[in-house]
T-cell receptor
Framework: EAQVTQNPRYLITVTGKKLTVTCSQNMNHEYMSWYRQDPGLGLRQIYYSMNVEVTDKGDVPEGYKVSRKEKRNFPLILESPSPNQTSLYFC???????????FGPGTRLTVL | EDQVTQSPEALRLQEGESSSLNCSYTVSGLRGLFWYRQDPGKGPEFLFTLYSAGEEKEKERLKATLTKKESFLHITAPKPEDSATYLCAVQADAGGTSYGKLTFGQGTILTVHP
């Protein structure tokens, strides 16, 4: 089944404790992206990647890191999480040149 | 800076009552405008891509249209299963760079009552 998977789905952590949210897709998509969704602010793009080893900033990259060492994986790293990073995070992927993005199920992160 | 504004924020319809959702955008040059549907607790699901003014796309009871400043999502004779949040997004044509940057609107919450 074609899908984008994210882990974990739910995470409660404390300020400053490094964490990684994984994202994996099985559709051989070149393009992958991370978004956060907050009430009243909608979906905002954090980082995106056009292919392996190619990443670029979205609208809200501060406090986040990403890496793209393999085509299927695009982890989101929070080196020192803060409460303002409490949010619902979505990973998405698509073929380059085709804007039909497939979204993962979301990761709900709470930073205390 | 690219901007996307959707209206109304929420829309309540009776089953069969047709209506339209609006997406106004400001972008330096439009590469594409996208519509997504999002059900509660799930990730967005792709509906349409529109590339140029005058273009229209249809899928079941939904039809998306595009002008130089806005897009409409027309819903004809909606059913309760059409209840969802509808998201609009734009991708700027940044001279070949920043292809992957997308800007989303805040969405319209549609509720269709039986």
């Amino acid at each position: 089944e074609a899908q984008v998977t994210q882990n974990p789905r739910y995470l409660i952590t404390v300020t400053g404790k490094k964490l990684t949210v994984t994202c994996s897709q099985n559709m051989n998509h070149e393009y992958m992206s991370w978004y956060r969704q907050d009430p009243g602010l909608g979906l905002r793009q954090i980082y995106y990647s056009m292919n392996v080893e190619v990443t670029d900033k979205g609208d809200v990259p501060e406090g986040y890191k990403v890496s793209r060492k393999e085509k299927r994986n695009f982890p989101l790293i929070l080196e020192s999480p803060s409460p303002n990073q409490t949010s619902l995070y979505f990973c998405a992927s698509s073929f380059v040149g085709n804007n039909e993005q497939f979204f993962g199920p979301g990761t709900r992160l709470t930073v205390l | 800076e690219d901007q996307v504004t959707q209206s109304p924020e929420a829309l309540r319809l009776q089953e069969g009552e047709s209506s339209s959702l609006n997406c106004s955008y400001t972008v330096s040059g439009l590469r594409g405008l996208f519509w997504y549907r999002q059900d509660p607790g799930k990730g967005p699901e792709f509906l349409f891509t529109l590339y140029s003014a005058g273009e229209e796309k249809e899928k079941e009871r939904l039809k998306a249209t595009l002008t130089k400043k806005e897009s409409f999502l027309h819903i004809t004779a909606p059913k309760p299963e059409d209840s969802a949040t509808y998201l609009c997004a734009v991708q700027a044509d940044a001279g070949g760079t920043s292809y992957g940057k997308l800007t989303f609107g805040q969405g319209t919450i549609l509720t269709v009552h039986p």
